[in-house]
């Protein structure tokens, strides 16, 4: 059994940095993609980057695009979340995600890591 487990989260100043990490552990693992979600109070989960393990193409929301980069340690089995430029609307419960086929949802959740970004 996979466990996606993030780490890094915190209390940043707006214009600030944080690097999320996603650790997989449990057995071998081999995503189609991975992804980081976020999550508001009060508002629906969101996608903010995914990238095809394979290949390493990214895709980021336009909210994020620019000031965030998702990365990848194969040999580690960890996801990364650069997180540069932050702003209050940022703050959120942070997800990492993982599906094992390219057309399904995602399979493998981490717990969450919550970040906060002061103004």
């Known amino acids: 059994q996979v466990h996606l487990v993030e780490s890094g989260g915190g209390l940043v100043q707006a214009g600030g940095s944080l690097r999320l990490s996603c650790a997989a552990s449990?057995?071998?693992?081999?995503?189609?993609?991975m992804a980081w979600f976020r999550q508001a109070p009060g508002k629906e989960r969101e996608a903010v980057a995914r990238?095809?393990?394979?290949?390493?193409?990214?895709y980021y929301a336009n909210s994020v695009k620019g000031r965030f980069t998702i990365s990848r340690d194969n040999a580690q089995n960890t996801v990364y979340l650069q997180m540069n430029s932050l702003k209050p609307d940022d703050t959120a419960v942070y997800y990492c995600?993982?599906?094992?086929?390219?057309?399904?949802?995602?399979?493998?959740w981490g717990q969450g890591t919550q970040v906060t970004v002061s103004s």
């Open positions: 995600a993982a599906t094992d086929y390219a057309n399904s949802g995602y399979n493998y």
């Open positions: 449990g057995g071998t693992f081999r995503p189609y993609a």
């Open positions: 990238m095809i393990r394979s290949v390493g193409t990214t």
